[in-house]
């Protein structure tokens, strides 16, 4: 109710407002945005801009990674199949957990996973203004360190700022996908004060089965604008209900089964909100000084709830059931499967039942805090920009884990808590960067950045496993580059940066012993051309990796999955982005990444299920997993007509190409995934009534042809004498050799649509 009831301040104040503007206003909101993390056009990093307008064109409730389906180097997935839920980006193959994403400048990954799970944040592209990509190691900032890319997104500088306005926007879709928004401003007050707020809800059944999403926004600010001060404070918040779609789909079921989803049980969701907290706070003391601090904090509580079948009551913390019995006494033991009997002993005059195992429904809850501050100052001279900043933040986690139910309960009680750990990561960085002016040709780049992590685990992890771990690393991450303008039309480019990046928290508590950091030398060259009629921009990029955490398929000493340091690693490849005006209604947009990418040498360890042991074999030169080697996107845009009296009207055919990639590091054909290629079509028509500022029709059909083809899936590869079994995860490699598998697919939708509605006022 309280939220409704700001909305409703929120509109009345917008509908009083239309003459609200100042034209003695000196500065902008744009002026005060916070800036420093990003780059400019002439800025040696290889990045891409993309504005709101083409963030917009796809808006219909999916995530934002699919929207982000077309930059460069870019590969997508979707869980559930058509994009809502939860989803997953790549850039040059590096997955979240080296991928930095900030909002406003401030750190989004997870701190302890370091992934990004966009889902917390539903329809939070409603909200965003620009994205910029910087590919590679890219500038300092802050949070987790970049490896393949820099994801920047923009809330703070609102086009429809100075004037009142409303906006609905409503879509339906194919697998009942259902998404509504409501926005609203104020516009500027008396040139100084600015309100806004949006409230979202994004529904889906999804493709796979039971695959479904519940998803709720909402994102309110308030800005004050004075002649040399701004201050900004957002609140953005949201809450996910998602049907669990993890487990993937076994390959032969597929055949037959397109929507398949291994879990059964009623109520095994993912249950989550997350809620941000943001004041940002800009100076101009002079008009060549701004100065930015910003506070942040973030709460994020909840849990996702499992059905688990035949579980071992020790990893519990329960104690295994023994029942007595009189010699002569029949009893049944039919609710107790054979594989929970652990063992029937008879003795002289009595009976012995020991059950070890049982069914039980657990919930894993996540209780964190996450607060901090970052700032920065920018000083523009004639010759140089210098910027100096930093950031110092906390996170606080909680993990627990609950039995809520149990087929045979032992000594737990109903919520009994079977892991209970906390951990504190704290993250201090200082960068500096400068661009200088050698002349009127060529420009400097210089960025130095250092940062310090103390994290400390400690508490009962899974499987009764004790956490004390505390890891203090510093990394020092220098960067320099060159921009030479060749004439008014080129310019040459060229960047070398070092990132280091700390394990994650899986390869803390589930190793033996803690793996050092990785380490990345990333270089670049790059050739930029810009006409009325043609942008291109060819980028060539070597990144060497020093000690990167791969899964080898080895194991703990509890057996849990561990990742290990490998020597040497590299990706290297050339980017070719480009857009060309063909006249005056045919656009065409497109990109290409061809890349090799490779690990030098590693030994992998396969589990021998016979003899219970591992065996070791030896790989050089394998390709790094989920990393294709050829990645192309897309766009020809026909716009029949763009005139005040009748619209604008865009049709759009928008294809994506990702080359074949391997699910495990050992280049293994019998655990790859087929390369596909799918095309989009797109239309939009926005056009101006006496009533509405602006109405937009839109239409999006998804996999136009119906391509069958999967984006994501996970391997597990063992060794036996002899396997015989109706699992049907499991794939035979050699059977003479005893080689099996097990692969689960994550299926993507065929052919599907979603058409849209947008009122503007």
Known sequence: MKLKFIFLIIGFIAFFNVKSQSDSSKYTLDEFEVTTYKVGEKSPVAHENISKEEIEVNNHGVDLPILLDQATSVVTTSDAGAGVGYTGIRVRGSDATRVNVTINGIPFNDAEG???????????????????????????????????????????????????????????????????????????IDGKWNFEGRLSKVVSDGFIYRASSDLNSYYLSGSYLGERTSIQALIFSGHEKTYQSWGGAPLRVLDTNQTYNPYAYGNQIDNYTQTHYQLHLTNKPTDKLKLNASLHYTRGFGYYESYKESELLSDYNLNNIVNIFPVDTVFHVDSVSPNQIDSIIYITDQDT?????????????????????????????????????????????????????????????IRHRYYDNDAVKNDINFYSKLNYNLNTNLSAYLDLQYRFIDYKLYGL??????????????????????????????????????????????DITESVNTPTHENMLDIEFGYRYSSSKLSLIANLYNMKYKNQLILTGDVNDVGSPIRINVPNSFRRGLELTAAIKLNEKFN?????????????????????????????????????????????????????????????????????????QYLDNTSSEYGKLEDYFVHDFRINYSFKTKLFKEVVLSSWVRNLLNQNYISNAWIYRFQAGSYATSDPYVNTENESAGRYNMIGAYNQAGINFFVGLKLRF
């Not at 039942?353 to 901090?372: A, C, E, M, T």
């Not at 003899?611 to 390709?623: A, S």
């Open 114 to 188: 370091q992934g990004v799970y966009w889902v917390n944040m539903p329809d939070l592209s409603s909200s965003t203004d620009d994205i910029q990509i910087q590919r590679g190691v890219g500038a300092s900032t802050t949070g987790a360190s970049a490896f393949g890319a820099s994801i920047n997104l923009s809330t703070l500088s609102t086009i429809n700022s100075n004037k009142p306005y409303g906006e609905i926007s409503n879509s339906f879709g194919s697998f009942n996908t259902l998404k509504n928004t409501i926005r609203l401003g104020t516009g500027l």
């Open 461 to 506: 992890e899974e499987g009764n496993v004790v956490v004390d771990d505390t890891i203090n690393m510093s990394f020092f991450n220098p960067k320099f580059g060159f921009n030479y303008i060749a004439n008014k039309n080129s310019s040459l480019y060229g960047f070398a940066g070092i990132g280091n990046k700390e394990p994650n928290r899986t």
């Open 588 to 660: 065409l947009r497109f990109n290409t990444t061809l890349s090799q990418n490779k690990i030098v040498e590693f030994t992998e360890a396969i589990d021998d299920w016979d003899l219970e042991v591992q065996v070791n074999e030896y790989h050089e030169n394998t390709d790094i997993a989920f990393s294709p080697s050829v990645i192309g996107g897309g766009q020809l845009i026909f716009t029949p007509f763009n005139s005040v009296d009748k619209g604008k009207l865009d049709l759009a055919l928008v294809s994506k190409y990702v080359g074949e």
């Open 353 to 413: 039942l020991q059950i070890s195992n049982s069914d039980i429904i657990n919930r894993k809850w996540l209780d964190n805090h996450f607060y901090g501050i970052v700032y920065s100052a920018e000083y523009n001279a004639d010759k140089f920009q210098l910027i100096v900043g930093g950031g110092a933040n906390q996170y606080l986690g909680g993990h627990y884990g609950e039995v809520i139910w149990a087929q045979h309960a032992s000594n737990g009680q």
